[in-house]
């Protein structure tokens, strides 16, 4: 009676587990490959959604409404020709981490001084990305002169953060070709599924900032061709093959604003962990790294660059410091990859980015416990401070932050002694 009762609850919850997840493929939360919806009503009325929210840009666009039509057919025949053309550098394609410490602080800092003096985004006639519309986007633009901090400089400095973490996950050396935002999206702000033009190739959303009243969604496409949502808070970093991998937010923002900003780079061509300059000679004479010759891009590619990708001439082999491939590993629970790490050499252990954090830090943000206690037994040391200059938190006061009192990395901490210090505390 009782093993029913149970099965019965267990049934109920993984039935409405079940619902919840209804999988799709493209063309039923918005037009990805053709206006044709194919999923009837799993998502509710899409096929009249999606009328007023042309409707919308025709509207107000007047004279030029045909231009709304022009976009929508080119996001369309971009999202069918070129994924297929891409070469990808990751398994998945996308995945969601905390963003790294230094560029959430120049991000966060940004966005606190400025952001009571931020721009109403403006849109050529017909862009029909975001329902600007219908509600109005924003920007604290981080290459803005005259907001406090903004420009060229500070552009750098966070490409520069963010560089070494999308080079860990793709395993390829990179360089900068645009960044994007802040952007702060408004209640009802939809953002069309769509994929990024050339050479935005390698690239992360980070979550800056937002007040919603439920998570908004970014819904990316995965290897087999099923919609995910992914959410995200602020600090939350979405990495993701931007030219390959569908993404946008088709689903209304239930909220008062969502504020994010777009880091793009692209492959050099050379991977990561090459000693040598072999890979230069590999390299197509014309083509990027990233396109598959004899591809459906490779027309549309070629006419945007008559004078073919420009190869980087030979260099020595980049300076990879140890430092970003412990993080990584451990901000984003790769077991394996830390024990060839530590294999290969334990002091990367005990390494420092630019705010002081060691990979025991990130593994305790990510809350893994069996991770962390293999970096203390090999020889992490269980009280070191974030901070350059080790006046940041101690292991455990960081645990504290990010989990609850009853958390494995908070028991394990607390077990082997680490002390509780905060910031600042002497
Ligand atoms: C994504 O979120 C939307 C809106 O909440 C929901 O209707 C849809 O079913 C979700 N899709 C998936 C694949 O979970
Ligand atoms: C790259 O990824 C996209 C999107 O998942 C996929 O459509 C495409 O076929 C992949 N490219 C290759 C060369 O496999």
Same mark, same amino acid.
């Given at each position: 009676?009782?093993?029913?009762?149970?099965?019965?609850?267990?049934?109920?919850?993984?039935?409405?587990?079940?619902?919840?997840?209804?999988?799709?493929?493209?063309?039923?939360?918005?037009?990805?490959?053709?206006?044709?919806?194919?999923?009837?009503?799993?998502?509710?009325?899409?096929?009249?959604?999606?009328?007023?929210?042309?409707?919308?840009?025709?509207?107000?666009?007047?004279?030029?409404?045909?231009?709304?039509?022009?976009?929508?057919?080119?996001?369309?025949?971009?999202?069918?020709?070129?994924?297929?053309?891409?070469?990808?550098?990751?398994?998945?394609?996308?995945?969601?981490?905390?963003?790294?410490?230094?560029?959430?602080?120049?991000?966060?800092?940004?966005?606190?001084?400025?952001?009571?003096?931020?721009?109403?985004?403006?849109?050529?006639?017909?862009?029909?990305?975001?329902?600007?519309?219908?509600?109005?986007?924003?920007?604290?633009?981080?290459?803005?002169?005259?907001?406090?901090?903004?420009?060229?400089?500070?552009?750098?400095?966070?490409?520069?953060?963010?560089?070494?973490?999308?080079?860990?996950?793709?395993?390829?050396?990179?360089?900068?070709?645009?960044?994007?935002?802040?952007?702060?999206?408004?209640?009802?702000?939809?953002?069309?599924?769509?994929?990024?033009?050339?050479?935005?190739?390698?690239?992360?959303?980070?979550?800056?900032?937002?007040?919603?009243?439920?998570?908004?969604?970014?819904?990316?496409?995965?290897?087999?061709?099923?919609?995910?949502?992914?959410?995200?808070?602020?600090?939350?970093?979405?990495?993701?093959?931007?030219?390959?991998?569908?993404?946008?937010?088709?689903?209304?923002? *239930?909220?008062?604003?969502? $504020?994010? &900003?777009?880091?793009?780079?692209? +492959?050099?061509?050379?991977?990561?962990? /090459? #000693?040598? !300059?072999?890979?230069?000679?590999?390299?197509?004479?014309?083509?990027?790294?990233?396109?598959?010759?004899?591809?459906?891009?490779?027309?549309?590619?070629?006419?945007?660059?008559?004078?073919?990708?420009? *190869?980087?001439?030979?260099? $020595?082999? &980049?300076?990879?410091?140890?430092? +970003?491939?412990?993080?990584?590993?451990? /901000? #984003?629970? !790769?077991?394996?990859?830390?024990?060839?790490?530590?294999?290969?050499?334990?002091?990367?252990?005990?390494?420092?980015?630019?705010?002081?954090?060691?990979?025991?830090?990130?593994?305790?943000?990510?809350?893994?416990?069996?991770?962390?206690?293999?970096?203390?037994?090999?020889?992490?040391?269980?009280?070191?401070?974030?901070?350059?200059?080790?006046?940041?938190?101690?292991?455990?006061?960081?645990?504290?932050?990010?989990?609850?009192?009853?958390?494995?990395?908070?028991?394990?901490?607390?077990?082997?002694?680490?002390?509780?210090?905060?910031?600042?505390?002497?």
């Amino acid at each position: 009676m009782l093993h029913t009762f149970l099965f019965l609850i267990l049934l109920t919850i993984f039935a409405v587990h079940i619902q919840a997840q209804a999988s799709y493929g493209v063309d039923c939360s918005f037009p990805i490959h053709g206006k044709d919806f194919r999923c009837g009503d799993l998502l509710g009325d899409r096929h009249n959604f999606y009328e007023h929210f042309m409707e919308g840009c025709r509207k107000h666009y007047g004279s030029k409404a045909n231009r709304c039509d022009v976009t929508e057919n080119d996001r369309i025949a971009m999202s069918i020709r070129q994924p297929q053309s891409m070469v990808n550098f990751t398994d998945a394609g996308f995945m969601k981490i905390k963003a790294p410490t230094e560029v959430m602080s120049l991000l966060t800092q940004h966005w606190e001084t400025n952001k009571a003096n931020m721009k109403e985004e403006k849109w050529a006639a017909g862009n029909v990305y975001v329902n600007h519309w219908e509600t109005p986007s924003y920007l604290v633009s981080v290459e803005d002169q005259s907001l406090r901090g903004g420009g060229y400089n500070l552009k750098t400095k966070i490409w520069d953060a963010a560089k070494s973490t999308i080079q860990q996950w793709t395993g390829m050396e990179l360089k900068p070709t645009s960044m994007y935002g802040i952007r702060m999206y408004t209640e009802g702000a939809v953002l069309s599924p769509h994929v990024d033009r050339l050479p935005l190739v390698s690239s992360c959303i980070i979550n800056v900032d937002q007040d919603v009243d439920e998570p908004w969604p970014l819904e990316v496409y995965d290897r087999q061709g099923n919609a995910v949502n992914v959410t995200m808070e602020p600090g939350d970093m979405v990495l993701y093959e931007s030219g390959s991998l569908i993404h946008g937010r088709p689903f209304p923002l *239930k909220g008062r604003f969502f $504020a994010n &900003i777009f880091i793009h780079f692209e +492959p050099t061509g050379r991977p990561l962990h /090459a #000693t040598t !300059d072999q890979h230069v000679d590999e390299l197509d004479d014309f083509l990027p790294p990233y396109l598959v010759p004899g591809s459906p891009e490779i027309a549309h590619w070629t006419s945007q660059n008559p004078g073919g990708w420009k *190869k980087p001439s030979p260099s $020595a082999p &980049i300076q990879q410091a140890a430092a +970003p491939e412990a993080h990584f590993a451990a /901000a #984003t629970g !790769d077991f394996e990859r830390l024990q060839q790490i530590v294999k290969k050499d334990k002091r990367m252990l005990n390494t420092q980015d630019a705010n002081g954090w060691r990979a025991l830090h990130e593994a305790i943000r990510f809350g893994d416990k069996d991770i962390v206690e293999f970096l203390v037994k090999n020889g992490a040391e269980k009280n070191a401070r974030t901070g350059n200059v080790g006046q940041g938190s101690s292991p455990l006061n960081l645990a504290l932050q990010f989990h609850d009192e009853k958390h494995p990395v908070v028991l394990y901490l607390r077990e082997i002694g680490a002390e509780d210090i905060a910031e600042g505390e002497l």
